[in-house]
T-cell receptor, first 114, second 111 residues
Framework: DVKVTQSSRYLVKRTGEKVFLECVQD?????MFWYRQDPGLGLRLIYFSYDVKMKEKGDIPEGYSVSREKKERFSLILESASTNQTSMYLCASSSRTALHTEAFFGQGTRLTVV | AQRVTQPEKLLSVFKGAPVELKCNYS??????LFWYVQYSRQRLQLLLR??SRESIKGFTADLNKGETSFHLKKPFAQEEDSAMYYCALTVRGSTLGRLYFGRGTQLTVWP
């Protein structure tokens, strides 16, 4: 059973804190993604990575950074959390070599910034 | 630029009625289209992709390049179909695998 695992299901952080969201996949996928899911706005791509130590900005990278030191792990970092970053965060991974693209998603981390 | 539009934020039907969730896209190249579904308290998962031409859980979707649409259809909706549905697009042949999502349609099937 393929798995993308996010380290926390729920997080509550204070404004100004540095926040780490961790994601691990066990499918040896090259591509990994961080999305933000908000009602009425759908899924918006924050950052993605297509290889270790490689990263690309998505549509809403401001206020976020990422780290990919190992192939299986992709971390999202909120440098200084703000209330407008309260959201559901979804991690996903996909293979670069598969004939057809399919993204596999984690269970999500609901982050509340107070 | 790639864009996916789902015009309906909410859609309600009664059990046994036909349902159609609309999806339109804009992309000048050759796209690969998907429908993803998220049931309550479950993770987002692939429902079907246009290239497979398959029917999953009674749902089908046909890519209409002339109308740039990829509507999801089911002739007889069931209560367990209630979920959030997202249409998504990727660039065919791209190894980066980036997906462009629509804003989603929340489907409710009433008993």
């Amino acid at each position: 059973d393929v798995k993308v695992t996010q380290s926390s299901r729920y997080l509550v952080k204070r404004t100004g804190e540095k926040v780490f969201l961790e994601c691990v996949q066990d499918m040896d996928h090259e591509n990994m993604f961080w999305y933000r899911q908000d009602p009425g706005l759908g899924l918006r791509l924050i950052y993605f990575s297509y290889d270790v130590k490689m990263k690309e900005k998505g549509d809403i990278p401001e206020g976020y950074s990422v780290s990919r030191e190992k192939k299986e792990r992709f971390s999202l970092i909120l440098e200084s959390a703000s209330t407008n970053q309260t959201s559901m965060y979804l991690c996903a991974s996909s293979s670069r070599t598969a004939l057809h693209t399919e993204a596999f998603f984690g269970q999500g981390t609901r982050l509340t910034v107070v | 630029a790639q864009r996916v539009t789902q015009p309906e934020k909410l859609l309600s039907v009664f059990k046994g009625a036909p349902v159609e969730l609309k999806c339109n896209y804009s992309y000048s190249g050759s796209p690969e289209l998907f429908w993803y579904v998220q049931y309550s308290r479950q993770r987002l998962q692939l429902l079907l992709r246009h290239i497979s031409r398959e029917s999953i859980k009674g749902f089908t979707a046909d890519l209409n390049k002339g109308e740039t649409s990829f509507h999801l259809k089911k002739p007889f909706a069931q209560e367990e179909d209630s979920a959030m549905y997202y249409c998504a697009l990727t660039v065919r042949g791209s190894t980066l695998g980036r997906l462009y999502f629509g804003r989603g349609t929340q489907l409710t099937v009433w008993p």
